[in-house]
T-cell receptor
Framework: QKEVEQNSGPLSVPEGAIASLNCTYS??????FFWYRQYSGKSPELIMS????GDKEDGRFTAQLNKASQYVSLLIRDSQPSDSATYLC?????????????????FGQGTILTVHP | IAGITQAPTSQILAAGRRMTLRCTQD?????MYWYRQDLGLGLRLIHY???????GKGEVPDGYSVSRANTDDFPLTLASAVPSQTSVYFC?????????????FGPGTRLTVT
């Protein structure tokens, strides 16, 4: 089982619709959860972070976290063609112990979203 | 403009050559990271640095080395490049090495080893 799994996609939605992106993770000690957006040929851009159960809204984006179900999602309301990109779910935890420990981000494979006019 | 810069943007390198990818950040972030991104394999951590003067190995460190002489710079060196190191390399930084571990990425270097 992969540590972080995303719905494989690609996901295609019409302009103005709600895009729903899903992610599950296997490690219960995961501490923080992030969504990155990556346009083709560009670097990942942090768009949402969520640390506790429930919903977190930022503009057209809503992140949802359910630690009991080990599930995190991203909703994009009023989707625009400019939202077309690959969305990466990332889960963090402390890796290792003592002087060699570090904050580890584990990324899913990404979901390609296309918003068509 | 605050952020992370990487150089070069792209490079074609002959196998066996030595290459250093540069990464500089001006956000005074303590932690820095190097990733490679390959189709089908996603983002994989090569090396990390929690603070200036310290470095550590990530998931795929073989063939790579790093140094962290100061807060701003975190160069990645390929001592003797091989074709399997063809990839897109991203440098990232985080304000601290403590939670929540959010990371911010540079624009990347596309490296082709022939």
């Amino acid at each position: 089982q992969k540590e972080v799994e995303q719905n494989s996609g690609p996901l295609s939605v019409p302009e103005g619709a709600i895009a729903s992106l899903n992610c599950t993770y296997s490690d219960r000690v995961s501490q923080s959860f992030f969504w990155y957006r990556q346009y083709s040929g560009k670097s990942p851009e942090l768009i949402m972070s969520i640390y506790s159960n429930g919903d977190k809204e930022d503009g057209r984006f809503t992140a949802q976290l359910n630690k009991a179900s080990q599930y995190v999602s991203l909703l994009i309301r009023d989707s625009q063609p400019s939202d077309s990109a690959t969305y990466l779910c990332a889960v963090s935890k402390r890796n290792g112990a003592g002087g060699t420990s570090y904050g580890k981000l584990t990324f899913g494979q990404g979901t390609i979203l296309t918003v068509h006019p | 403009i605050a952020g992370i810069t990487q150089a070069p943007t792209s490079q074609i390198l002959a196998a066996g050559r030595r290459m250093t990818l540069r990464c500089t950040q001006d956000m005074r972030h303590n932690a820095m990271y190097w990733y490679r991104q390959d189709l089908g394999l996603g983002l994989r951590l090569i090396h990390y640095s929690n603070t200036a003067g310290t470095t550590g190995k990530g998931e795929v460190p073989d063939g790579y080395s790093v140094s962290r002489a100061n807060t701003d710079d975190f160069p990645l060196t390929l001592a003797s490049a091989v074709p399997s190191q063809t990839s897109v390399y991203f440098c990232a930084s985080s304000p601290t090495a403590a939670q929540p571990y959010e990371q911010y990425f540079g624009p990347g270097t596309r490296l082709t080893v022939t």
